[in-house]
């Protein structure tokens, strides 16, 4: 079972830049694909970001591409969403998610991520 908190989110000006941190316990993550999802108020979740067991791979969706960076420290337990060039539409919920020994193909699919954080507040303004 791993257990995952979120912090670092906030309110930031369009153009800013903020850092999610994702603290991973219960167990070592080193063998899991983490991510973040996105929840805005009367939307659907969207996918953000995956990032491979060792960090070599990513998935970024194409909404956030070349704005947003996924990274990982296994030897902390953390996950991190780099997010740049923040633009109103980015304003939601951002959860951190995990699963295990999966590949990055299907990351996109919500229901195949068991473990979710509580998440954290994003809100940019205008």
């Known amino acids: 079972q791993v257990q995952l908190v979120e912090s670092g989110g906030g309110l930031v000006q369009a153009g800013g830049s903020l850092t999610l941190s994702c603290a991973a316990s219960?167990?070592?993550?080193?063998?899991?694909?983490m991510g973040w999802f996105r929840q805005a108020p009367g939307k659907e979740g969207d996918f953000v970001a995956a990032i491979s067991s060792s960090g070599g791979s990513t998935y970024v969706a194409d909404s956030v591409k070349g704005r947003f960076t996924i990274s990982r420290d296994n030897a902390k337990n953390n996950v991190y969403l780099q997010m740049n060039s923040l633009k109103t539409e980015d304003t939601a919920v951002y959860y951190c998610?995990?699963?295990?020994?999966?590949?990055?193909?299907?990351?996109?699919?919500?229901?195949?991520?068991?473990?979710w954080g509580q998440g954290t507040q994003v809100t940019v303004s205008s």
């Open positions: 998610v995990a699963r295990f020994l999966a590949n990055l193909s299907t990351a996109p699919v919500r229901s195949s991520w068991p473990y």
């Open positions: 219960g167990r070592s993550i080193s063998s899991y694909v």
